[in-house]
């Protein structure tokens, strides 16, 4: 059957989150840096799209190819082991302890990070020619974005921490959503749909992923965005981080494993 039943899926998942701390570092590492390079080169397609087409919603539709891509082929975001690995450390898996899933994110936020850095660097050149020339009009959309999105959260004071949070909690709602798509069907078809629903909605609502904004302020910062390193890290990243995980954790990978692995005793009418 092409479909898995939820009792199946999540037993799945948290499989998934147990291979993944037995991992070696070095895969780990090469997993996660490819996982963000093919998301921020899919940030650059979606952003692309919608300044040349002048249509934000074309350019959400489509973002999802590099999500579904890096699913396909195993690599890792910090979004998705956010979600999976908790889930073994709870079913008490074999070698899954607290340090090493510390250990997983530490890693893979790393990975991630050079990835998209890697790819930051070639979206700077390649928007300015090398550096030789003015930054083109994509440049130009992406640092308005990072300076909206550091400078205009500092500006509402607490409340811009707050609503980081919240669309960073809200993201990874969406975004392990689609973790679990890619478990949920037995066919790359079924798999890239059950992904792509779910990640237009975190993209064209605008909530906080912490590794497309690796990507998305280094660039700015590059380009000569009118935010500094400060701010996108205390103002963006740190807030989007913790957001991710609370919403990853507790909206999809506890809510699913709850239900449907430690379910209630089914009731009796006797």
């Not at 994110?105 to 550096?131: D, H, K, P, S």
């Not at 959260?153 to 392990?176: E, H, K, P």
Request: charged share 10%; glycine share 12%; with cysteine.
């Amino acid at each position: 059957m092409a479909y898995l039943q939820p009792s199946e899926f999540v037993t799945k998942l948290v499989d998934a989150g147990e291979a993944k701390i037995h991992m070696g570092t070095r895969d780990t590492l090469i997993r996660a840096f490819m996982a963000g390079a093919t998301l921020a080169l899919a940030v650059i397609f979606a952003i692309t799209i919608a300044v040349q087409t002048g249509s934000f919603l074309l350019g959400a539709l489509l973002f999802p190819v590099g999500f579904c891509m890096l699913y396909l082929m195993g690599y890792d975001l910090l979004t998705g082991v956010f979600m999976l690995i908790p889930l073994a450390l709870i079913d008490k898996r074999p070698g899954v302890t607290f340090p090493r899933m510390l250990k997983n994110w530490g890693l893979v936020g790393l990975g991630n990070l050079g990835g998209a850095l890697f790819i930051a660097i070639f979206g700077y050149l390649n928007f300015t020619m090398g550096g030789t020339e003015a930054v083109n009009e994509i440049g130009q959309k992406m640092m308005t974005v990072g300076e909206s999105r550091t400078v205009g959260y500092q500006d509402a004071g607490v409340a811009g921490w707050i609503i980081l949070f919240l669309r960073g909690m809200f993201c990874n709602w969406m975004v392990s959503m689609g973790v679990v798509g890619a478990t949920i069907s037995t066919t790359v078809s079924g798999k890239i749909m059950a992904m792509w629903m779910p990640i237009i909605v975190f993209f064209y609502l605008g909530f906080e992923h912490s590794v497309v904004n690796m990507f998305l302020f280094p660039i700015g910062l590059m380009m000569g965005a009118e935010f500094t390193l400060y701010q996108y890290v205390m103002w963006n990243e740190i807030p989007t981080v913790l957001g991710n995980l609370v919403g990853g954790l507790t909206l999809v990978g506890l809510a699913l494993y709850t239900t449907h692995v430690r379910t209630q005793p089914k009731k009796s009418f006797a």
